[in-house]
């Protein structure tokens, strides 16, 4: 075989996923049909599912196995782009489906799985478990006294992990004492975007920001995370969540710490987890006296959305009128560390804002002296964008002279735009799921939550939460489809600063 060959043939090694069984619990379940079902299938189609991987739905619901297909068929149609269904992609897909009806509560239920088992050889087990977090004890502890375990089996299981540090550690004891933590996979999908892993790759393969990425060069750092929906009908989950647990908790604090985290010794899981860790434990808290200038908890009411007028919380269908559930929250917080020390980093994220957006804007300092128009100053900053949706995307700003001979020395910013749609548009940008999916089949956990993120971050977030709930003051209002309460653009521009898009 030639060099090139064989150079070829380690690197689909590397890429594609490895022959597995696939046991999906919440197999019917609404993550399951919009997300996990279209990832394996673009998955299989891209041939990245080795040939002998096989799904095995599991759900309360009595359903056969020609009905389970049909209903994953189904799935498929919706969520997939007309052109990215291949009709023989998705027969060999479906053919890799089996289904088994099984109360999760009940061990009795779970001899379908061990007999699906059998035969399998080495091939390793994937545990998915798409179902609320108070049964991931149960289907784990039957697993393992049903005999459906082996020593390959890995599991993965999806936020929220509790609503507080108590009830995470329980139910992390719960999967702990069936699976070592080498085999559990903690998923924030976040992680998975295209964007974030380039995060990653423009910190540490560019001197460019390598050597600008600290306090001597950033001014401040802004994270926002807006949603355009309200609750969606899941009033009974958020009203016990609020938008700090659902939110901040996990997909905020996770960008915080790739931005903040110092660089790992390699791209293993446990090095750059470890580095992750230091920046949560850095994490500066929050005293009585900062609650009142540094975090602003909002609650939307009436407003509009796309021309439609849209109903207040409150207002929202089984809604508790006495709610003071957040549906938004805005925060100045620091990394207490000598990268980052003095450099504040602004984090916002609600329900009910005009457009459904997901960025990191990194605001370098100024030059020390400046020589052009004072009246252009502020203009005078260069500002990194990394955009996660709805358009990935990374633009740097730039300042350059304005064109023309009247215009002197006056200067207009621009970015340097890279687009990931435009820039590979012969290439389909993967779910996140795709790559998450993958990466469990390849028995990789870089791109996974350790569970000592997972407590850390809780503690952080429980100690601001034990706080509000001492001051017991009502979150403040904010019209649907605007940007928050007015509170939280104070709450920047005390500082003199404010939000991107105010720019």
């Known amino acids: 075989m030639s060099q090139d060959k064989r150079s070829r043939s380690s690197k689909l090694a590397d890429t594609l996923g490895s022959d597995v069984d696939f046991v999906l619990f919440g197999a019917l379940g609404d993550l399951s049909q919009r997300k996990l079902y279209p990832a394996l299938y673009q998955l299989d189609r891209e041939n990245l599912l080795a040939d002998n991987t096989r799904l095995l739905g599991v759900a309360r619901q009595e359903v056969d196995v020609e009905g389970f297909r049909s209903r994953v068929e189904a799935s498929l149609k919706e969520y997939i782009k007309r052109d990215e269904l291949d009709a023989e992609v998705v027969e060999r897909f479906l053919n890799r489906l089996d289904y088994r009806c099984v109360d999760a509560t009940q061990v009795e239920g779970y001899a379908g799985i061990r007999e699906w088992r059998q035969g399998a050889g080495d091939r390793p087990m994937v545990v998915y478990l798409a179902v609320g977090a108070s049964l991931y004890g149960d289907i784990c502890r039957h697993l393992e006294d049903s005999g459906s375990l082996d020593e390959s089996a890995r599991v993965v299981v999806e936020k929220p992990i509790g609503h507080d540090l108590e009830s995470s550690d329980e139910i992390n004891d719960a999967i702990g004492a069936v699976f070592p933590e080498s085999r559990i996979y903690r998923i924030d999908h976040y992680l998975g975007k295209e964007t974030v892993q380039n995060l990653i790759a423009l910190r540490f393969a560019n001197p460019l920001f390598g050597t600008q990425w600290n306090q001597n060069h950033i001014s401040h750092v802004e994270i926002t995370v807006a949603e355009k929906v309200g609750i969606e009908g899941r009033w009974g989950y958020f009203d016990q969540a609020g938008q700090l647990r659902d939110m901040v908790q996990n997909h ?207 503690k952080w977030c429980d100690s601001l939460i034990e706080a509000w709930q001492e001051r017991d003051e009502p979150p403040r209002r904010y019209p649907s489809g605007s940007w928050g309460p007015v509170a939280s653009i104070a709450m920047i521009s005390q500082d003199g600063r404010s939000w991107y898009e105010d720019y």
Request: charged share 25%; proline share 6%; net charge neutral.
């Open 252 to 458: 905020l604090l996770q960008l915080v710490c790739l931005i903040a985290m110092d660089p790992p010794a390699n791209l293993d899981a446990d090095a750059i987890r470890d580095e992750k860790v230091k920046v949560l434990k850095a994490l500066k808290p929050f005293t009585d006296d900062m609650l009142g200038t540094d975090v602003v908890r909002g609650q939307y009411i009436a407003g509009t959305s796309d021309g439609q007028s849209v109903p207040g919380y409150l207002e929202e269908p089984d809604a508790n009128t006495a709610s003071h559930t957040e549906t938004f929250v805005a925060m100045k917080t620091e990394v207490s560390n000598w990268r980052w020390a003095g450099v504040p980093f602004y984090l916002r994220t609600g329900k009910r804002m005009p457009e459904k957006l997901s960025q990191i804007v990194i605001h370098f300092r100024q030059q020390p002296h400046y020589i052009f128009d004072p009246d252009q100053r502020s203009l005078a900053a260069n500002k990194l964008v990394i955009r996660l949706q709805p358009d990935e995307g990374i633009a740097l700003q730039v300042l350059t002279k304005d064109s023309g001979l009247d215009k002197g020395m006056r200067l207009r910013p621009g970015p340097l735009h890279l687009d990931f749609n435009n820039a590979f548009a012969k290439t389909r940008i993967p779910d996140a799921y795709e790559r998450l999916l993958l990466e469990v089949m390849k028995g990789q956990q870089y791109l996974f939550v350790r569970r000592d993120e997972v407590e850390h971050a809780w």
